[in-house]
């Protein structure tokens, strides 16, 4: 009945999280207006036409210079331009690499010119580039470190850090961190992942650590469906700090409840891999920590505090190189285009290394001690903060 139960709030509260995210969609990408070619005012006889789109840059920040600057053709046109900064008549015959931009603020508009000789523009859309210090990497490498491994999530701290701290956060360099975080996880764990990775050369499903593979595989199904949804559904729209605030609750609430666990059973048996593996992919929410869901919902279930410690970090391993190769792959056409400097990023990687380290200890020791859902006091201050601030205004993204 435990079981049953957990698997349903947990498929409830991503189904209002689905809903609630399609209510507020809120497109990044800019659509083009037919216009009048007289006059350039736009036609409402015509209405809404889709016949240029800017997919890149959006309304966030890169580094330095060179930036990708790519749009998608709906209908045949004559000729195709773009506005940068108001300078008119640079033309353009497909996508293009905008150099040598300052730091600062800069805006573009797309126009074009079908056969029929009327004139189509897109709405303005707005982006920055700036330069990445490193005391913004290392802040950045101690909030993915600590983050991603205390039950606090990362991604919202990272979303916070922005907001009140003003660091810059770039494709490449999200990657790395999350590279230093994957390693020291593989690291801490280099018995267990040797012992697995022997266990499955020799295709052993028997012995100790040969029984983890498939009770992995299991969670790791539902983690990346849920993964996948959220990347294709909901990212977009679930980075309000409304939302961030809620998800913190919700996980305060879990966490907080997993220390009425019964700890009953020290055997990771195929229904609680399963739920735990639909707890890793409620971790893509910002404000919903990887580690502190799925301990917490291990905990839930009855299983022994060791064994959840161990199969929860197990599990993330998989899910981690998952969401790096998903990063990797939508931000491709950034990753080249990012001029932060390979100091800067060696410094980002060690700093998350350590933190992480640093993390995983406090959480094993935090487990063993009972005394893991003390976190859930932070995160519920934090989501009642994240709110208030919210719907008072203060907060507005």
């Given at each position: 009945m435990r079981l049953i139960l957990l698997f349903s709030i947990c498929m409830l509260i991503f189904s209002l999280i689905l809903f609630a995210g399609n209510g507020q969609a809120n497109?990044?990408?800019?659509?083009?207006?037919?216009?009048?070619?007289?006059?350039?005012?736009?036609?409402?006889?015509?209405?809404?036409?889709?016949?240029?789109?800017?997919?890149?840059?959006?309304?966030?920040?890169?580094?330095?210079?060179?930036?990708?600057?790519?749009?998608?053709i709906y209908e045949p046109v004559s000729w195709i331009g773009y506005s940068l900064d108001g300078q008119t008549n640079v033309t353009i015959t497909g996508n293009t690499t905008l150099t040598n931009l300052a730091e600062g603020s800069h805006h573009i508009i797309v126009y074009s010119n079908d056969t029929a000789g009327t004139i189509y523009s897109s709405q303005t859309v707005y982006f920055s580039t700036t330069h990445v210090s490193v005391l913004e990497v290392v802040s950045l490498g101690l909030i993915q470190g600590l983050g991603e491994w205390l039950p606090i999530s990362s991604t919202a701290h990272l979303k916070i850090a922005e907001q009140f701290l003003s660091l810059t956060r770039t494709a490449?360099?999200?990657?790395?961190?999350?590279?230093?975080?994957?390693?020291?996880?593989?690291?801490?764990?280099?018995?267990?992942?040797?012992?697995?990775?022997?266990?499955?050369?020799?295709l052993d499903f028997k012995s100790e650590y040969g029984q983890l593979i498939p009770l992995i595989i299991v969670a790791t199904i539902p983690t990346a469906i849920i993964g996948l949804l959220y990347v294709k559904l909901l990212e977009d729209t679930l980075q309000t700090f409304l939302i961030i605030g809620i998800t913190f609750l919700v996980g305060a609430t879990v966490l907080y409840t997993s220390r009425v666990g019964k700890e009953?059973?020290?055997?990771?048996?195929?229904?609680?891999?399963?739920?735990?593996?639909v707890a890793q992919g409620f971790a893509k929410f910002p404000g919903l920590s990887r580690s502190g869901i799925t301990i917490s919902t291990a905990l839930l279930l009855g299983l022994k505090r060791e064994k959840a410690f161990k199969f929860s970090f197990l599990l993330s391993i998989p899910a981690i190189i998952g969401d790096l190769g998903v990063e990797a792959y939508q931000q491709r056409g950034q990753l080249a285009?990012?001029?932060?400097?390979?100091?800067?990023?060696?410094?980002?990687?060690?700093?998350?290394?350590?933190?992480g380290y640093i993390a995983i200890r406090v959480v094993s020791s935090l487990v063993r001690s009972k005394k893991f859902h003390y976190f859930a006091i932070y995160t519920l201050l934090?989501?009642?903060?994240?709110?208030?601030?919210?719907?008072?205004?203060?907060?507005?993204?």
């Amino acid at each position: 009945m435990r079981l049953i139960l957990l698997f349903s709030i947990c498929m409830l509260i991503f189904s209002l999280i689905l809903f609630a995210g399609n209510g507020q969609a809120n497109h990044a990408i800019a659509v083009a207006t037919r216009g009048d070619s007289q006059n350039g005012s736009s036609s409402t006889a015509n209405g809404l036409y889709q016949i240029v789109s800017i997919s890149s840059p959006k309304n966030i920040t890169y580094t330095l210079s060179d930036i990708p600057f790519t749009f998608i053709i709906y209908e045949p046109v004559s000729w195709i331009g773009y506005s940068l900064d108001g300078q008119t008549n640079v033309t353009i015959t497909g996508n293009t690499t905008l150099t040598n931009l300052a730091e600062g603020s800069h805006h573009i508009i797309v126009y074009s010119n079908d056969t029929a000789g009327t004139i189509y523009s897109s709405q303005t859309v707005y982006f920055s580039t700036t330069h990445v210090s490193v005391l913004e990497v290392v802040s950045l490498g101690l909030i993915q470190g600590l983050g991603e491994w205390l039950p606090i999530s990362s991604t919202a701290h990272l979303k916070i850090a922005e907001q009140f701290l003003s660091l810059t956060r770039t494709a490449l360099l999200d990657v790395v961190l999350h590279v230093g975080t994957l390693v020291v996880v593989v690291f801490y764990f280099r018995k267990e992942v040797k012992e697995i990775l022997k266990a499955l050369v020799h295709l052993d499903f028997k012995s100790e650590y040969g029984q983890l593979i498939p009770l992995i595989i299991v969670a790791t199904i539902p983690t990346a469906i849920i993964g996948l949804l959220y990347v294709k559904l909901l990212e977009d729209t679930l980075q309000t700090f409304l939302i961030i605030g809620i998800t913190f609750l919700v996980g305060a609430t879990v966490l907080y409840t997993s220390r009425v666990g019964k700890e009953d059973t020290d055997k990771v048996t195929v229904a609680i891999a399963l739920v735990m593996g639909v707890a890793q992919g409620f971790a893509k929410f910002p404000g919903l920590s990887r580690s502190g869901i799925t301990i917490s919902t291990a905990l839930l279930l009855g299983l022994k505090r060791e064994k959840a410690f161990k199969f929860s970090f197990l599990l993330s391993i998989p899910a981690i190189i998952g969401d790096l190769g998903v990063e990797a792959y939508q931000q491709r056409g950034q990753l080249a285009a990012q001029t932060i400097g390979p100091i800067e990023l060696l410094i980002g990687i060690i700093i998350a290394m350590i933190a992480g380290y640093i993390a995983i200890r406090v959480v094993s020791s935090l487990v063993r001690s009972k005394k893991f859902h003390y976190f859930a006091i932070y995160t519920l201050l934090l989501g009642i903060t994240l709110l208030a601030l919210s719907l008072s205004g203060f907060l507005t993204t």
